[in-house]
Antibody, heavy 116, light 107 residues
Framework: EVQLQQSGPELQRPGASVKLSCKAS????????MYWVKQRPKQGLELIGR????????DYVEKFKNKATLTADTSSNTAYMQLSSLTSEDTATYFC?????????WGQGALVTVSS | DIVMTQSPTSMSISVGDRVTMNCKAS??????VDWYQQKTGQSPKLLIY???NRYTGVPDRFTGSGSGTDFTFTISNMQAEDLVVYYC?????????FGGGTKLELK
């Protein structure tokens, strides 16, 4: 069974950084891109980017290029997303997701709250 | 990037109704549109992929259609648990882009 288990909620101060994790199981980790999606409170879904765990290559949506850094650890089948220079605009739930024909598999989401 | 415009943004619905919502792509995306359901506090759930293919285990009251730039998602015989938010998404090439969502509320 494919599972994507994300790390827990985070409360961070403005200006700080946070690193979220997404541990994959039930499939060959290096054979599928891992995607990250942002959802602000009561708002829609935004793609942040994706990583190819096989070689670590990344693609970012333009608006997140200086905000998010995606990495992957093949030894632990875990994908990571670091968000830097946090502001209130980064308060959101962040999902990891894996495509087959579509985004059939999602993590449970990790809420990041940025507040002083 | 291709923009996906979903309409309406919200609908007031009664249980048992037939509901139709739309998604318009700013460019031709072929049949590469997926539909997702999201309940409050949960991750999105895939319902329809490639415009009209029902994902495994999805009830047949959910259907999708369309190609090119215009797509439709229909729920026949609305159930109470269907009163949540639905998103379309362009899926044929990176970056995948989502519509703004349609929220179904009880009339």
């Amino acid at each position: 069974e494919v599972q994507l288990q994300q790390s827990g909620p985070e409360l961070q101060r403005p200006g700080a950084s946070v690193k979220l994790s997404c541990k994959a199981s039930g499939y060959p980790f290096t054979e599928y891109y891992m995607y990250w999606v942002k959802q602000r409170p009561k708002q829609g879904l935004e793609l942040i980017g994706r990583i190819d765990p096989e070689d670590g290559s990344t693609d970012y949506v333009e608006k997140f290029k200086n905000k998010a850094t995606l990495t992957a650890d093949t030894s632990s089948n875990t994908a990571y997303m670091q968000l830097s220079s946090l502001t209130s605009e980064d308060t959101a739930t962040y999902f990891c997701a894996r495509r087959v024909a579509a985004f059939a598999y999602w993590g449970q989401g990790a809420l990041v709250t940025v507040s002083s | 990037d291709i923009v996906m415009t979903q309409s309406p943004t919200s609908m007031s619905i009664s249980v048992g109704d037939r509901v139709t919502m739309n998604c318009k792509a700013s460019q031709n995306v072929g049949s590469n549109v997926d539909w997702y359901q999201q309940k409050t506090g949960q991750s999105p759930k895939l319902l329809i992929y490639k415009a009209s293919n029902r994902y495994t285990g999805v009830p047949d009251r959910f259907t999708g259609s369309g190609s090119g730039t215009d797509f439709t998602f229909t729920i026949s015989n609305m159930q109470a648990e269907d009163l949540v938010v639905y998103y379309c998404m362009k899926s044929n090439s990176y970056p995948n882009t989502f519509g703004g969502g349609t929220k179904l509320e009880l009339k």
